[in-house]
């Protein structure tokens, strides 16, 4: 699924979560000569911490030898998805991969596995922010600062992928969550505050407690937005536990208990 600022129609950038560039090769610090590498050695690493992915989870990856791809953004990928993965390896990620993602960050969509009839998910990192560290990190600070994403308790790459990950499970339950995450999150309300005003409408305390989800779970209108809340609110859960929102803890249940379910189905669980 796309956190695309053109398909959102909001104004301004939006970015996704990469490198800081702390551990980028190409830094140097104040008064120290710069490293000097072989032609390639850099795009070589960078294949070689990505190869771990398929080594541990059999999963494809692809363009992280592309030219000036950033080392820490590399190993933040690669350690985000290696955590999803342990946690919930059930998930059908087919592949990671460093691209062309015009206008995201980062972009997760579906694709059949090979030589079966299940369906998958791919995700794409930008080339443009993993090989740009500080433009990275400063698109998604802003965005964090004024509400637009979750808070990061991880560096910028980690949590795209954590982002995109929530996007994995949705397809898990095959859309299930998506279909029911307002209605949801209203019954948890009803259930949880609605003693307090019985037969009245809530309506407008709901939506301002729904309000506490990032701006991106919602539409420019303010209309809810349930692909991306759900994305929004399992990265406020997995890189924020203690401090993730209400609103973002109930539907991040969901959206792994939707997924499970699927799951104990085929037999996995």
Known sequence: MSIAAASRGEQGPHPRLGSQGAESSQSTHAGQ????RLPGQLERLNEQI????TERHGIQVYGFGRPGVDTGTVRDIVRAADDMLAKYPHARVISVEIGDVEGDIARAFEDRLPNTGLIGTRIAFSEKYATDPELLSNDVSKAVQRGHFAPRAEGPA???IVHEFGHALTFEG???AVERADSHLLEHYHRTYGHGNP???LTESYENWRGQLSGYSFWKGGDFHPTEALAEAFADVELNPARASE???VLHKMLVDTAESKWRKEGLL
């Open 158 to 160: 980690y949590g795209t």
């Open 174 to 176: 095959r859309s299930a």
């Open 199 to 201: 037969g009245g409408d």
């Open 247 to 249: 609103p973002a803890q």
């Open 33 to 36: 000569l710069p490293v000097r």
């Open 50 to 53: 990505a190869n771990g992915l």
